[in-house]
């Protein structure tokens, strides 16, 4: 392989490397965000059945 190709050939791969590792952190964002919507969504269910349990129990009494 003379040097010219070599040169092509690596840079051709550092591109595809950089790219999928572009798309890799860019999934991995997105599944972060995921997470923390769904953790805010957990804590707020979790007030609202504190709630819930509150206001039952003074019904109860």
């Not at 190709?5 to 890799?24: H, Q, R, Y």
């Not at 999934?27 to 979790?46: G, H, I, P, Y």
């Amino acid at each position: 392989m003379d040097p010219i190709t070599m040169f092509l050939a690596n840079t051709a791969l550092v591109i595809a490397s950089a790219g999928g590792l572009f798309t890799l952190c860019n999934q991995f964002s997105k599944l972060t965000a995921r997470w923390s919507v769904n953790k805010a969504k957990k804590q707020e269910l979790q007030a609202e059945f504190a709630e819930f349990l509150k206001v039952r129990a003074r019904q109860g009494k």
